[in-house]
């Protein structure tokens, strides 16, 4: 008996993007406050001269939202219709459930397929194959895909390689059918062997106090409450440590390699590329990989990192936002994305803009 599989679309394609920014804006004179550093070395090392804190009220759930319900708008479909939500995250802080059920049901995409996955900075390039995939499967025919942060939560003000640069805010995206190749190939994968370049420093438990702990042996569980009975053992909160010196040399360089790699898998050259959108992660990194691809003077670059710092899993969809509504880059465009960052994993493919 030979079973019955799906099929879907021939092909998919972005069909609109829409981003969610904090409110509060925070200039290098307020991080010079915390870090010993300056103005001048954070604009000319990393490209931010501000970023976008969120408050307590700009929760994952609520930038999510904000950011989707564009994205669905202008895409042209009702909430109704996804059938998908995708969120990537590392800053969610709660493990069960994933927040995409919540997403989708606010969105009013109720009974969606929903789920959540950490591909740090490059979850959106992440979700996007997989979005392809799934449309071109039959699997789903309206797929939303949220990269959202609050990497403030997770940061150290006072640690000199990550209070400047890292930011919060959400970016989606609607993928959907299309009668004409969209999304090209994506090229990604991941490097274990990097993974302690960018981690959380503590496990969650060590949030709590000791005589709150968890654990998985409940006698030794038992054994530190009973030693411990106020939880006088002082609780430390994790936050995110990166050993930025070499994260930098690989993006710089095997990052620009995997950039060409997936346009060469898409089919087209360096001369017929329109826009280049990298993860937000620093205008240096930016610029090498411009250089190493050797892409034409015309094409159209992304720095949203001057006024939006690395928002992880949201900058690539913000950026494409601020190109598309500045008017610097146009519907229909062919551009190039690349996304990078703890694991190590990173993705990138070549995708008409929306
Ligand atoms: C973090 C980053 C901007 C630092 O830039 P860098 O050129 O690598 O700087 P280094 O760490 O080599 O330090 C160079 C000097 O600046 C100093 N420095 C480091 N941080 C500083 C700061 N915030 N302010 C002022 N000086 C600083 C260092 O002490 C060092 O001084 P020295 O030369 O006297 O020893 C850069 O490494 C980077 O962007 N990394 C990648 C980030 C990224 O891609 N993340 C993606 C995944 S999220």
Same mark, same amino acid.
């Given at each position: 008996?030979?079973?019955?599989?799906?099929?879907?679309?021939?092909?998919?394609?972005?069909?609109?993007?829409?981003?969610?920014?904090?409110?509060?804006?925070?200039?290098?004179?307020?991080?010079?406050?915390?870090?010993?550093?300056?103005?001048?070395?954070?604009?000319?090392?990393?490209?931010?001269?501000?970023?976008?804190?969120?408050?307590?009220?700009?929760?994952?759930?609520?930038?999510?939202?904000?950011?989707?319900?564009?994205?669905?708008?202008?895409?042209?479909?009702?909430?109704?219709?996804?059938?998908?939500?995708?969120?990537?995250?590392?800053?969610?802080?709660?493990?069960?459930?994933?927040?995409? $059920?919540?997403?989708? $049901?606010?969105?009013?995409?109720?009974?969606?397929?929903?789920?959540?996955?950490?591909?740090?900075?490059?979850?959106?390039?992440?979700?996007?194959?997989?979005?392809?995939?799934?449309?071109?499967?039959?699997?789903?025919?309206?797929?939303?895909?949220?990269?959202?942060?609050?990497?403030?939560?997770?940061?150290?003000?006072?640690?000199?390689?990550?209070?400047?640069?890292?930011?919060?805010?959400?970016?989606?995206?609607?993928?959907?059918?299309?009668?004409?190749?969209?999304?090209?190939?994506?090229?990604?994968?991941?490097?274990? /062997?990097?993974?302690?370049?960018?981690?959380?420093?503590?496990?969650?438990?060590?949030?709590?106090?000791?005589?709150?702990?968890?654990?998985?042996?409940?006698?030794?569980?038992?054994?530190?409450?009973?030693?411990?009975?106020?939880?006088?053992?002082?609780?430390?909160?994790?936050?995110?440590?990166?050993?930025?010196?070499?994260?930098?040399?690989?993006?710089?360089?095997?990052?620009?390699?995997?950039?060409?790699?997936?346009?060469?898998?898409?089919?087209?050259?360096? /001369?017929?590329?329109?826009?280049?959108?990298?993860?937000?992660?620093?205008?240096?990194? $930016?610029?090498?990989?411009?250089?190493?691809?050797?892409?034409?003077?015309?094409?159209?670059?992304?720095?949203?990192?001057?006024?939006?710092?690395?928002?992880?899993?949201?900058?690539?969809?913000?950026?494409?936002? %601020?190109?598309?509504?500045?008017?610097?880059?146009?519907?229909?465009?062919?551009?190039?994305?690349?996304?990078?960052?703890?694991?190590?994993?990173?993705?990138?493919?070549?995708? %008409?803009?929306?």
């Amino acid at each position: 008996m030979a079973l019955r599989t799906s099929s879907g679309a021939q092909y998919a394609r972005l069909m609109g993007v829409g981003g969610y920014r904090p409110r509060r804006v925070v200039d290098n004179a307020e991080i010079v406050t915390y870090i010993d550093s300056s103005d001048e070395w954070i604009r000319t090392r990393s490209g931010i001269t501000e970023r976008r804190w969120a408050s307590p009220d700009e929760t994952i759930q609520m930038m999510s939202v904000a950011a989707a319900r564009k994205a669905i708008e202008r895409a042209g479909i009702e909430p109704g219709q996804v059938d998908t939500v995708i969120v990537s995250t590392v800053t969610h802080l709660i493990q069960t459930p994933a927040i995409a $059920t919540t997403i989708a $049901t606010e969105l009013g995409a109720q009974g969606a397929a929903a789920f959540d996955i950490n591909a740090a900075c490059a979850g959106f390039c992440y979700m996007v194959a997989m979005a392809d995939a799934l449309v071109r499967a039959g699997s789903s025919k309206y797929v939303v895909v949220i990269g959202v942060e609050r990497l403030t939560d997770l940061t150290d003000i006072h640690d000199r390689s990550t209070a400047f640069i890292f930011a919060d805010g959400a970016g989606a995206a609607v993928i959907g059918p299309s009668d004409v190749p969209a999304i090209g190939p994506v090229v990604w994968g991941s490097d274990g /062997e990097q993974a302690d370049l960018i981690t959380q420093t503590e496990p969650w438990d060590t949030a709590i106090p000791r005589h709150e702990r968890g654990g998985p042996d409940p006698v030794a569980q038992a054994a530190a409450v009973a030693d411990d009975p106020e939880g006088s053992a002082a609780a430390t909160w994790p936050v995110l440590r990166m050993n930025g010196n070499p994260v930098f040399k690989w993006a710089s360089y095997a990052m620009a390699k995997t950039a060409a790699e997936a346009m060469d898998a898409a089919g087209i050259t360096p /001369e017929e590329l329109e826009v280049f959108v990298p993860h937000q992660a620093n205008n240096r990194i $930016t610029d090498a990989m411009f250089r190493a691809l050797k892409l034409p003077e015309g094409v159209v670059i992304a720095r949203d990192i001057v006024h939006h710092g690395n928002t992880s899993a949201a900058s690539i969809p913000l950026a494409i936002e %601020t190109l598309l509504e500045s008017g610097e880059a146009r519907s229909g465009q062919t551009a190039l994305t690349i996304g990078f960052g703890a694991g190590l994993v990173y993705a990138g493919q070549v995708i %008409t803009l929306p």
